[in-house]
């Protein structure tokens, strides 16, 4: 029925997820999978957990919408607690309900307080499908049959600051330089923390903002709130989406204190972001992670996992509970191997990488069972290859 009556613009594979508890998923045919994709990098908790489950049903009873026109506890605690995790400096947020609209607000908060209209983007990266996004989103896949109305966006290879700063040593117009600090869909691919440093140095030097689009690392997936405090850096803004909400959808633009004097009354606004439902949850998701110091678990689970499956992995690369295997076939055939021994992995722009993005909180027993699944397949696989 999805196929009659949607429009065809996602490819899917051929399962129907029903029920979700914790790490595992069930099909409609009853068949359970460890869920290491989390419907995309959004299940930080896993399925439905407890505490944010609780937070909306008491959230639902009460009050599920009121706009952002009035004052509400719930988004008062949010916008505290976001604020709060952030990186010092970074105290003011504005929620929306995705991340594209996240990075689409950034873009516009840099123009105006730059004044300024160009981009700088990293070749690799993605941002999100809506025109603004869409502009700063690498590769002709996503951008060519919109090339000529999308806003100007220079392009520069990911992890080279001399480009960076020849960039904006030369064109004044560049209003902001916009980046995933790990680039999760080009395949998890990394830069070392003087990468980041030079282009925070760069940014300061030539008048341009630095945005750290943490819509995947962020949240404590990586092992901290924000990647920027991993590698040492203050970014002018942050975006975050995906796992903020444990699901229910929320997104969310971080303005560090300098930035925010250019933002007015009425530059931006949003029906439904900072909604009570999607407030609730945050709040549940954060205080979470927080209380359960689950950032720092996702570095130990990390390390179960690095340690286990470079014997049979050609480079593992990426931080906490976002990480990138390379093997020496075809990604797409161990992901579909992976689905049929019960794990779910996420593919990537990378023909040879796949990722695993486990939720935070995965239980010590379910971690050894995945990593079962993995060696032994990635094993068989590399006979094959
Ligand atoms: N930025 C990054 C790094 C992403 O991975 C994604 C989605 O995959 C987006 C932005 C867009 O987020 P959304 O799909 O919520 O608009």
Excluded at 26 to 44: E, P
Excluded at 331 to 343: E, I, K
Aim: with cysteine; glycine share 10%; aromatic share 6%.
């Amino acid at each position: 029925m999805e196929t009659a009556y949607q429009v065809p613009t996602y490819a899917k594979i051929p399962i129907a997820i029903e029920r979700g508890d914790g790490p595992y998923v069930w099909d409609a045919r009853g068949t359970r999978y460890i869920d290491f994709y989390g419907g995309h990098c959004v299940a930080i908790l896993g399925h439905s957990p407890k505490r944010v489950v609780e937070a909306i049903k008491k959230q639902a009873e009460t009050l599920i919408f009121y706009s952002n026109i009035v004052y509400n506890s719930t988004r008062a605690a949010a916008a505290r607690l976001v604020a709060e995790s952030a990186p010092a400096g970074l105290n003011r947020v504005f929620f929306c309900n995705s991340g594209t609209e996240a990075n689409e607000t950034a873009l516009k908060v840099a123009r105006k307080a730059t004044g300024k209209s160009t981009i700088l983007a990293m070749e690799g990266g993605f941002h999100g499908r809506t025109l603004g996004s869409l502009a700063v989103t690498h590769g002709p896949k996503y951008r060519e049959p919109y090339r000529t109305i999308l806003p100007p966006t220079v392009f520069v290879p990911f992890g080279d600051a001399r480009a960076v700063q020849h960039t904006l040593s030369t064109n004044p117009d560049i209003a902001a330089v916009i980046l995933e600090p790990i680039q999760s869909m080009a395949g998890v691919r990394m830069a070392d923390s003087e990468y980041f440093q030079n282009l925070e140095a760069a940014c300061a030097a030539n008048g341009a903002l630095l945005i750290f689009d943490e819509i995947q690392t962020g949240c404590g997936r990586t092992g901290r709130f924000s990647y920027a405090d991993i590698v040492g850096i203050t970014p002018s803004i942050i975006t975050l989406a995906k796992s903020l909400g444990s699901g229910v959808p929320v997104g969310a633009m971080i303005v560090h204190e300098d930035v925010v004097p250019s933002i007015e009354s009425g530059d931006q606004g949003s029906t439904f972001g900072g909604g009570m439902l999607a407030m609730a949850a945050v709040v549940a998701t954060l205080e979470t992670i927080r209380d359960e110091d689950l950032a720092s678990r996702a570095l130990m689970i990390e390390r179960r996992l690095v340690d286990a499956l470079k014997p049979v992995a050609v480079e593992i690369r990426g931080s906490g509970c976002l990480l990138g295997v390379e093997v020496p076939g075809r990604a797409s055939d161990v992901v579909g191997a992976l689905r049929s021994n019960g794990l779910l992995v996420g593919g990537s722009g990378d023909p040879n990488t796949f990722r695993v993005m486990p939720p935070v909180n995965c239980p010590e027993s379910v971690l050894d069972e995945a990593i079962g699944i993995l060696t032994e397949t990635l094993s068989s696989e590399r006979v094959v290859s």
